[in-house]
């Protein structure tokens, strides 16, 4: 088991994601937790991993881990439903550190919410065949059913700034994928992939009366959870640090990275040092 | 430089792409040079290579490069443009065997066909940003305009399925992007990506009268010719055979593959070993 070296409350949070969509996590982390400081690493150079096999995408996994440690992190946050359905449990076993998944947050809140049991599942296409969140919700609720559909065109829709209420593309896109998961009378939706909440206004629009979980906001409130019980939540009263690193080149990062944030992320972004990690 | 091994007339032609869109330009080679053996190696773990930095791409590219050299190729075809645009100069200066690429043979058939000095190219952000197309064009006929439109949306609408006359989201999307280069009054259009052949039938309803140019197609052209100056063209009188590598599973390439070659793959198909390129 690799192990990490020292770290206490005033340590990072250290946040990985396949690409920039993880800063959709790191949003609800800043809103949450403002005090803590975050180390952000997405993998521009390799993003998407939705569509590679298991054996890729946990390989690829171990190397973003790698780079967090070195920075010295208390805890991982899987951002990226991907990496958390085919990758965590190994994960867990090889690296010596509290690791907190998208998956397993969103499917709790999912079963607290659903009230007729039918629960909906939206992700990409390796989310939605690795059956983790299936998986869970049978484990939590042995009575729900849970309708999968992968969506392949929303990332590469939602990257090309097609997120827009109006835009009969995305919507289009959008309905096809959603209307057969209505027919089934699902009650409650989970939205499994950080890009996703930007479609929320049209996700309520085709499903009017449907609860919607968003992974990124309900991983955070089990971090904070987690934070406390280990006694890791950091009692500074300034506001964190945030640092971004990426493996491709951060200038397109800085542009696109701010839409998922929510604010800047220019001052605060530089290229991840490939020896670190590879 | 890196030096390649004895090769002579019946070695392997060898083709890299990011992914399985090269595929359409081993199709171009297996009709018009059907003597031919064939390597073709599919970067499919880190597909796509459109949206990255030069750097990250002149570095995938030589890994592909080095792949294809150890099966003794006797010259490489980059059916990539992408790859083209950003790394063929630099392959060329570090590896010492003929490399032909997508963009000049296609820029060539452009000038040749247009009558009104205005050609459009639609391909990747990569693509149209290198302005390899703009620059190769304007070196061959200085008279000519080139009007270029990057289409980041279009291979993952392709790898859905979403590439059939009549499907509403690709051709509002394809409208969208070719109807600025229309109003410019372009009598050709380069298809300047491996994905788009299979979007020509609607590129045409699109662009009635417009002359449309494959990359594909015209470099295998140039391989013949140039093939046949170097006294390499294979004189075997049975059918070449074809082998068909890739980084990731090959499962998926090989359900997906045949589309793009208009012929099954999975007979031939295997996964590439890491230790040899990477």
Redesign the interface.
């Known amino acids: 088991m690799e192990t990490q070296k020292k770290y206490d409350k005033h340590s990072p949070i250290g946040v990985f994601d396949s690409g920039l969509g993880g800063l959709t996590a790191v949003k609800e982390i800043i809103e949450q937790l403002p005090h803590e400081d975050i180390v952000f690493f997405g993998d521009?150079?390799?993003v998407p991993y939705g569509?590679?096999?298991r054996?890729?995408i946990i390989e690829y996994s171990r190397q973003d881990m790698r780079f967090l440690l070195a920075h010295d992190v208390k805890i991982v946050c899987i951002a990226c439903n991907t990496v958390d359905s085919m990758a965590r449990l190994t994960l867990e076993q090889e690296f010596d550190i509290p690791i907190i998944g998208a998956v397993s947050p969103a499917a709790r809140k999912a079963v607290q919410l659903t009230k007729n049991k039918k629960i909906g599942l939206i992700g990409t296409f390796a989310t939605v065949s690795s059956g983790a969140y299936r998986k869970l919700i049978n484990k939590l609720a042995p009575d729900c059913t849970v309708y999968s559909q992968a969506c392949?065109?929303l990332v590469?829709?939602i990257?090309?700034g097609?997120f827009h209420k109006g835009d009969?593309?995305v919507e289009?896109?959008l309905r096809d994928y959603l209307l057969p998961l209505q027919a089934q009378g699902i009650d409650t939706i989970i939205l499994g992939c950080t890009h996703y909440p930007l479609l929320y206004a049209i996700v309520k629009d085709i499903l009017p009366g449907v609860e919607i979980v968003c992974s990124g906001s309900a991983s955070t409130e089990y971090l904070r959870e987690k934070l406390a019980a280990l006694d890791l939540l950091n009692d500074s009263e300034t506001e964190g640090k945030r640092r971004f690193y990426v493996s491709?080149?951060p200038e397109?990062f800085a542009t696109h990275g701010s839409v998922f944030l929510g604010m800047s992320v220019r001052e605060h972004c530089e290229k991840a040092d490939p020896d670190i990690y590879q």
Chains 1, 2 share one sequence.
């Open positions: 521009t150079a390799r569509n590679r096999s054996e890729t392949p065109l590469p829709l990257e090309s097609r009969a593309v289009t896109v491709d080149a397109e």
